[in-house]
């Protein structure tokens, strides 16, 4: 026996064959992205990927966060289903930025003329190179014009190198695309 005032729900049903997601995307950045700008999913707790395409980006900040959100939809086929409401890290690829080489404020440093240096790791030990380029929002992010090319190993916490030091491990790759 169930009581209708106690249990007015029994069960619900929902389709989680197509998800939509909700990013929320700080002001700053959200100058650079567009609807149509590619948008990889990750979903921590299955350990799955997606990648799709913002549909939707909203004129309105969030007076508290500073932040825009965009739309996304994320088909969600086969037996085991992400659920809907799971937590998720998004990495968004701005039209933009495609194909140029894009690295972390902590990356960059400033020489005695103002100018931007970065440490490449060469045969094994840092050597600092003069690069050309501009920050991004809030200095968060720096677009490199010239100076590196893809394929080089970027120290990418720099504050604490120098010139000829020997370096472990310290570097990856510059993803595709960024």
Known sequence: YINPMTHPVMFTLVDASRLKATLNIPEMRAALVKPGDLVTIRVPASERSFSTRIEVLTDVVDPMTRNRAALAWIDNPGPELV??????????????LKGRIVLPSSAIRE????????YVVDGG????????????????DFVIDSGLQRGDLVVSESSMGRDGQAVARVARRLPAGR
Do not use: I, M
């Open 83 to 96: 659920p809907s409401g799971s937590y998720f890290e998004a990495r968004v690829v701005s039209e933009a």
């Open 111 to 118: 020489d005695a003329g103002g100018g931007a240096t970065v």
């Open 125 to 140: 030990v840092a050597k600092r190179r003069r690069v050309q380029g501009r920050f991004l929002a809030a200095h968060a």
